[in-house]
């Protein structure tokens, strides 16, 4: 197992080294890489599983969800709870961004008001999400509600809410991702987004599965394999903080 903290270079380095031990199969999450690494584990000819993402041109296989519909959903489904001003609190997570573009984008197709964007380094902790919020107060109107890209930064945005004496969700409501354990038990509750982790690793080692137990003839074939695509979908969450 490797971590590339979102670093093309690094993930290119991991998947060599991982490569040199001669594996059965890879998974890699996202689906993001280089032109180098895209053409390494072609000609590995290995089974490949790009994961906690969509594409119509995977590697191999591709099993997740798409974060551009994350985005448009929450943008739509928060327009009509009756939101008007938008905050949007990230970290420079390739993925995390996408949602957050998705929603700008489609918040400006219903014609609401910009957003104010407060983009924080990576990794996502508590910290930054309060370091979040006070950024997005100081830069102008105070929005209506805080639409974080992951839970942690949300429970952030939470902490500085109560530290400021705001009342959530009356004076400030938040939206969150991932639906972490913690996001049904901080108060007040968070509203998120849920995806089924769980899901995507099975379905992965499903995958790699049936390509393991393929005949030998199958295995050996140079003719190009079906590219599997799966969608695993989101659901969207509402608690206490909306």
Same mark, same amino acid.
């Given at each position: 197992?490797?971590?590339?903290?979102?670093?093309?270079?690094?993930?290119?380095?991991?998947?060599?080294?991982?490569?040199?031990?001669r594996p059965?199969?890879?998974?890699?999450?996202?689906?993001?890489?280089?032109?180098?690494?895209?053409?390494?584990?072609?000609?590995?000819?290995?089974?490949?599983?790009?994961?906690?993402?969509?594409?119509?041109?995977?590697?191999?296989?591709?099993?997740?969800?798409?974060?551009?519909?994350? =985005?448009?959903?929450?943008?739509? /489904? @928060? $327009?009509?709870? #009756?939101?008007?001003?938008?905050?949007? %609190?990230?970290?420079? &997570?390739?993925?995390?961004?996408?949602?957050?573009?998705?929603?700008?984008?489609?918040?400006?197709?219903?014609?609401?008001?910009?957003?104010?964007?407060?983009?924080?380094?990576?990794?996502?902790?508590l910290q930054? =999400?309060?370091?979040?919020?006070? /950024? @997005? $107060?100081?830069? #102008?109107?105070?929005?209506?509600?805080? %639409?974080?890209?992951? &839970?942690?930064?949300?429970?952030?945005?939470?902490?500085?809410?109560?530290?400021?004496?705001?009342?959530?969700?009356?004076?400030?409501?938040?939206?969150?991702?991932?639906?972490?354990?913690?996001?049904?038990?901080?108060?007040?509750?968070?509203?998120?987004?849920?995806?089924?982790?769980?899901?995507?690793?099975?379905?992965?080692a499903r995958?790699?599965?049936?390509?393991?137990?393929?005949?030998?003839?199958?295995?050996?074939?140079?003719?190009?394999?079906?590219?599997?695509?799966?969608?695993?979908?989101?659901?969207?969450?509402?608690?206490?903080?909306?």
């Open positions: 197992m490797g971590l590339t903290g979102y670093q093309s270079e690094k993930e290119e380095a991991l998947v060599e080294a991982i490569l040199g031990r059965d199969g890879i998974v890699l999450a996202g689906i993001s890489h280089s032109d180098a690494t895209i053409e390494r584990l072609t000609k590995a000819r290995i089974p490949v599983v790009e994961i906690w993402d969509l594409t119509d041109k995977p590697i191999d296989m591709v099993i997740g969800f798409s974060h551009e519909e994350v =985005g448009q959903h929450v943008a739509r /489904h @928060l $327009l009509d709870k #009756g939101y008007k001003r938008f905050g949007i %609190v990230s970290v420079d &997570d390739p993925r995390g961004l996408r949602r957050c573009e998705s929603l700008k984008r489609e918040l400006a197709r219903h014609h609401a008001v910009k957003p104010v964007f407060e983009v924080r380094p990576a990794p996502a902790t930054a =999400g309060r370091e979040g919020l006070n /950024h @997005l $107060l100081a830069n #102008g109107e105070a929005p209506e509600i805080v %639409v974080c890209s992951s &839970d942690t930064l949300a429970q952030g945005v939470l902490a500085e809410a109560a530290n400021r004496r705001i009342d959530v969700p009356r004076n400030l409501a938040v939206m969150g991702f991932g639906d972490l354990s913690t996001a049904a038990h901080v108060y007040p509750s968070l509203s998120t987004v849920r995806v089924d982790g769980a899901r995507i690793g099975m379905e992965a995958a790699l599965l049936v390509r393991f137990n393929a005949p030998a003839s199958d295995s050996d074939s140079d003719e190009p394999k079906p590219r599997m695509r799966i969608d695993t979908g989101f659901s969207i969450i509402d608690r206490e903080s909306t």
